[in-house]
């Protein structure tokens, strides 16, 4: 039997790295992430992302410790799939973990992760992290071979990478963006129909959002830099609250989404 669904509400999970990367200019404890996080959740944010990269640019060891232990909203915490932030992750036990590809030179996560080029290693760094009570989340291009993958190492979650979107958004490419909208449909789609939860993120700004928040099979958006740099002009709270309506704008003219059922 086929049904359709009502549509989900989309969630928004507002990165906070870019508060510690100000506080780490100077050294010291100010701007605080952990404040921002308050005040991001009390302005409507469902959840806080933090990334904690290998070289600590942003955020640190204790950001997470403070992180896990105050907050009233899940944590989602994105790093690589080393032993290293393994062991951070089991120690934390975050409500979820996005695993991403980093490298040490890069200025932001480029590129998502190689799923189907990693499987084995990838396999069981998500199958300790289920074990742990935590869900696991792949920070993934929009590619179809990618996202089989995904399902198949066993993920809860693909995160799909809207960076390239973005780009070419501010090129003002329109057949390019059309065509990258339409890649991350179908990979939203694709992963939905494999059982896959569905967010995305990455570059993404009140001018970019709509088109994104109304593919119907996301239920999360992560959105870090154009927040906290609008925050510099109006505040964290207007900028959560500006995007938000956004998304919801967007979200009201979206059909629900088919959901297959079994005949029992
Ligand atoms: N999702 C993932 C997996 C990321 O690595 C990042 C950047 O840390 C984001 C979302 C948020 O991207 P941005 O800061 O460009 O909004």
Redesign the pocket.
């Known amino acids: 039997m086929v049904r359709k669904s009502e549509t989900e509400p989309l969630r928004l999970g507002v ?1 906070i ?2 508060v510690a990367t100000i506080r780490n200019a100077r050294g010291g404890r100010h701007p605080d992430p952990l404040r921002a996080a308050h005040i991001a959740i009390a302005a409507g944010a469902d959840g806080i ?1 933090a ?1 904690l990269r290998e070289d600590r640019r942003h955020i640190g060891d204790d950001d997470i410790a403070r992180l896990k232990n105050e907050l009233t909203r899940p944590l989602n915490l ?1 790093m690589a799939a080393t032993e290293e932030m393994l062991a951070i992750a089991l120690r934390h036990v975050p409500n979820a973990c ?1 695993l ?1 590809p980093e490298k040490r030179e890069e200025r ?2 480029e590129g998502g992760l190689d799923v189907a080029g990693t499987g084995d290693r990838l396999a069981s760094v998500v199958q300790r992290l289920k074990a742990a009570d935590i869900r696991v989340s792949l ?1 993934v291009e929009p590619g179809a071979r990618t996202i089989a993958a995904s399902a198949a190492v066993g993920a809860d979650i693909v ?1 799909l990478h809207t ?1 390239t979107y973005c780009e070419h958004v501010l090129a003002g490419d329109v057949g390019a963006v059309s065509a990258e909208r339409e890649r991350l449909a179908a990979a939203a789609k694709q992963a939905h129909g494999l059982g896959l939860e569905v967010h995305a ?4 700004t009140y001018n970019t959002v709509a088109p994104i928040a109304a593919i119907p099979e996301l239920v999360e958006l ?6 906290i740099g609008e925050a510099i002009f109006g505040g964290l709270s207007d900028a959560v609250g500006q995007m938000r309506a956004k998304m919801l704008e967007a979200r009201r003219k979206v059909s629900p989404v088919t959901v297959h059922e079994s005949a029992t």
């Not at 993120?201 to 993404?204: D, K, N, V």
């Not at 992560?222 to 927040?227: A, E, Q, R, T, V």
Request: hydrophobic residues 25%.
């Open positions: 990165n790295d870019h992302t990334h994105e996005c991403v932001t996560t920070f995160e960076g993120g990455h570059g993404l992560n959105i870090g830099h154009f927040l």
